[in-house]
Structure formats: structure tokens, C-alpha cells
């Protein structure tokens, strides 16, 4: 019969205890980690600044209602209601939002362009921004 090789033979020998109670095998001592910051990052709000409308005579209902849905997409029920108080109260906040969202929409008011139901309206109506009071709209 053959001598066929002890698989056990040249390996290096089994992680077990050893003389000293150790199990032979390299410990991994783990590294210390730094506790992690106890602050929390909170994400700040931008303060509110409100879209107003300001009333004039140059513009129909039909132009203000048309504008709202095109520029905030206001549905018409709610332009309609807008528009009613513009005419009466001489402005309306048609939106809260952002600073730089707030002017980009005035500015969208602003480059509307005439209503030309209006042969004499050479312009689009009014708006302008202001910051928005706390627990406002």
C-alpha cells in the first residue's frame, strides 16, 4: 500500500488553547473611535416672504385670473377670489414662499406683458415682495 501524505502534515497548527490559556491565534484589538457629536444638525427654514399683487385700472378680472393660473397655477375659483380682493382692498398675497422663489414669481407678474382686452394697457400689473409676518399666511 501506498504512504499517502497526512493532510495535517507542514499546515500550520489549529487555533486552540495553548499552554498559556491564549488560543494561539493573533487578538485584534479593535481601535478606539471617537465618540460621535451629541449636536444634532437641524435644517433652518428660510424666513416667509410674501408675493403681493397690487391693484390698478388697467387690467380685467380675466387678465388677473388668467396671469394667477399661468404664474402660481392658482385653479380659477381661487383666482377669481383674489382678483375680487385686489380690486377692493387694492392688494392681494397671491403667494408665501422663499426670498428667491418669491422674486422670481414677482418677476414673473412683472414680465406678464399687457392685457390685451385693454387697448390703452401698456404694461403688466404690479407686484412686489415683502417678508412675511410670523404665523402668516
Known sequence: ???QDDPTEGSTP???PDAEGGTGAAT???????PRSQTKHETKQLPPYNVV???DDDHTYEYVIEMLGKVFAHPVERAMQ????VDSSGRVIV????KERAEFKRDQVLG?????RIAAC???MKAVIEPAEAGGE
Not at 383674489?82 to 380682493?85: G, I, P, T
Open 1 to 3: 500500500m501506498a504512504k
Open 14 to 16: 489549529a487555533a486552540g
Open 28 to 34: 485584534k484589538i479593535a481601535p478606539k473611535r471617537k
Open 53 to 55: 399683487l397690487l391693484d
Open 82 to 85: 383674489m382678483a375680487k380682493e
Open 95 to 98: 403667494l408665501t414662499t422663499h
Open 112 to 116: 406678464f406683458g399687457p392685457d390685451a
Open 122 to 124: 401698456t404694461q403688466s
